[in-house]
Nanobody
Framework: QVQLVESGGGLVQAGGSLRLSCSVS????????MGWYRQAPGKERELVAIITSGDSTNYADSVKGRFTISRDNAKNTVYLQMNSLKPEDTAVYYC???????????????WGRGTQVTVSS
C-alpha cells in the first residue's frame, strides 16, 4: 500500500528556516507531479509549490524567493526548503504526489497526513 510520509515541521521564530521532506512508502512505478500545499486555521488549502517530473517548478506568490522545492527521484522524495519564515506561513503543510503504484495501470493523487509549521513573531 502506497503512503506518503512527511517530516520536518516544527516551531521556529520569524526569519528562521525549516526543511520539509516527503517520502513514498510502498512499491511504485513512477511519480509525476510532486508538491506542497498548506492550510491555515479558518482558511482553505492552498498551493505552496509544485515540481514536475521534468523539474519545472511553480510557486505561490507569497513564498517566491523564500521557499525552494526540490525532488530526489532515486529516493522518491520531495523537499521544501523554507527560509525567511513569517508568522503568516503558519499552517499545516501537506505533501501531494501524483504517482503510479506498481500494481496499477494508472496514476493516482496521494496526500500525506500533514505536518504542522508554526512561526512565532
Amino acid at each position: 500500500q502506497v503512503q506518503l510520509v512527511e517530516s520536518g515541521g516544527g516551531l521556529v521564530q520569524a526569519g528562521g528556516s525549516l526543511r520539509l521532506s516527503c517520502s513514498v512508502s510502498g512499491s511504485i512505478r513512477n511519480i509525476n507531479v510532486m508538491g506542497w500545499y498548506r492550510q491555515a486555521p479558518g482558511k482553505e488549502r492552498e498551493l505552496v509549490a509544485i515540481i514536475t517530473s521534468g523539474d519545472s517548478t511553480n510557486y505561490a506568490d507569497s513564498v517566491k524567493g523564500r521557499f525552494t522545492i526540490s525532488r530526489d527521484n532515486a529516493k522518491n522524495t520531495v523537499y521544501l526548503q523554507m527560509n525567511s519564515l513569517k508568522p503568516e506561513d503558519t499552517a499545516v503543510y501537506y505533501c501531494n504526489q501524483v504517482l503510479q503504484p506498481f500494481s496499477s495501470p494508472v496514476r493516482y493523487d496521494y496526500w500525506g497526513r500533514g505536518t504542522q509549521v508554526t512561526v512565532s513573531s
